[in-house]
């Protein structure tokens, strides 16, 4: 008789099965926002004591790709920012993207365009939203969307 170990399916397992079922062809204009409730979801069902949680709390690492899906086009990425981290108004091409927040309080600053962007390369914003994004929040933000992030605590 052959015994197979059964590994208990993890929160973030149910995550990426949740994200596959609901992404369709990739189109949907609300697939950002039903992202991010099934982000929002995880963190509530996660404790960081969780392995997969504990693992990337305990490597600390900046940027880490947690899975990709290359049937779907998806990839699901984890960053640990210390306080004071902080990047450049940004934005991901002809992607959106979906921040959230596990632990701790990080903001997020939406920019608005105030030039007509006729210098390649540059480009004059202004701050037009600020997010706080505290432990459990999520926040989408669409194609072409500027915005840059800091690590408060």
Not at 123 to 129: G, I, Q, V, W
Request: proline residues 6%; negative net charge; contains cysteine.
């Amino acid at each position: 008789m052959v015994v197979q170990e059964q590994r208990a399916e993890s929160s973030f397992d149910r995550y990426i099965a949740e994200v596959r079922a609901v992404w369709g062809d990739g189109k949907d204009p609300q697939l950002p926002y039903k992202i991010a409730a099934l982000m929002e979801k995880l963190f509530a069902t996660t404790s960081p004591d969780d392995p997969w949680m504990a693992e990337v709390i305990r490597d600390g690492k900046p940027s880490r790709e947690l899975y990709r899906d290359a049937g779907h086009g998806f990839i699901q990425m984890a960053h640990v920012h210390k306080q004071g981290h902080n990047n450049t108004p940004h934005d991901h091409g002809p992607c959106w993207v979906v921040y959230g927040a596990f632990s701790g309080l990080t903001e997020s600053t939406k920019y608005q365009r105030t030039d007509d962007g006729s210098q390649p390369g540059k480009a004059t914003l202004a701050k037009d939203e600020l997010h706080r994004l505290s432990s459990g929040t999520v926040k989408p933000y669409l194609r072409g969307e500027i915005h840059s992030t800091n690590a408060v605590e």
